[in-house]
């Protein structure tokens, strides 16, 4: 299994303009997550999702979007990017309880965007 | 509503010395607590995790933790502090009690291990 991957690995935007982060997984987790981490600041949960369809807000939803089509797919959309925007973002899955007891989150590598 | 603090942004030790990193949990009901790590430029990596099993929790690279519900504590620890060990840990726990909510989590403690 490659488990959670992310792309691309770096990016910097303009202000303005706008991107989509891709995640994926092949662990056939019902659960996907996007997180922010600012230095000092933890992460922070900007959407989630508890399947194909279906998607729900974290604390800091404001200035993205998401999408989740099949369960293995779940993209970060940034429509117009602003500074307050560069961080450093990761995606998460996780299992369904009943799945072998494995409920934990999984993490990708990140994808590190600068908006100047 | 549940939340972690760790207390200490950043810890330094030397080589072959305990670790000790703090974090207290706020809970109204029973709390699934994790610990998790993240080396430069990496993801995060789950060290061990609470589950209201057994209240000492061991978990990868000699790490292990103690669930202590009149503290509200749940402290990771390492006998003996390893070089590699140097990486930015993070305590969370699950929201909205139970264990199907989203994790929060706590602002991290960066371990610097001296030689």
């Known amino acids: 299994n490659a488990g959670v991957t992310q792309t691309p690995k770096f990016r910097i935007l303009k202000i303005g303009q706008s991107m989509t982060l891709q995640c994926a997984q092949d662990?056939?987790?019902?659960?996907m997550y996007w997180y922010r981490q600012d230095p000092g600041m933890g992460l922070k949960l900007i959407y989630y999702?508890?399947?194909?369809?279906?998607?729900d807000k974290g604390e800091v939803p404001n200035g993205y979007n998401v999408s989740r089509s099949t369960t293995e797919d779940f993209p970060l959309r940034l429509e117009l990017a602003a500074p307050s925007q560069t961080s450093v973002y990761f995606c998460?899955?996780?299992?369904?309880?009943?799945?072998?007891?494995?409920?934990?989150?999984?993490f990708g590598p990140g994808t590190r965007l600068t908006v100047l | 509503a549940q939340s972690v603090t760790q207390l200490g942004s950043h810890v330094s030790v030397s080589e072959g010395a305990l670790v000790l990193l703090r974090c207290n949990y706020s809970?109204?009901?029973?709390?699934?607590l994790f610990w998790y790590v993240q080396y430069p430029n990496q993801g995060l990596q789950l060290l061990l995790k609470?589950?209201?099993?057994?209240?000492l929790v061991k978990g990868i690279n000699g790490f292990e933790a103690e669930f202590k519900k009149s503290e509200t504590s749940f402290h990771l620890t390492k006998p003996s502090a390893h070089m590699s060990d140097a990486a930015e840990y993070f305590c969370?726990?699950?929201?909205?009690?139970?264990?199907?909510?989203?994790?929060?989590f706590g602002k991290g403690t960066k371990l610097s291990v001296k030689p």
């Open positions: 998460a899955s996780r299992p369904l309880r009943d799945s072998g007891g494995e409920e934990w989150e999984f």
């Open positions: 662990m056939n987790h019902n659960y």
């Open positions: 999702s508890v399947g194909a369809g279906i998607t």
């Open positions: 809970s109204s009901v029973p709390p699934y």
């Open positions: 609470y589950t209201s099993a057994a209240t």
């Open positions: 969370a726990v699950r929201g909205g009690g139970g264990s199907q909510g989203n994790l929060i």
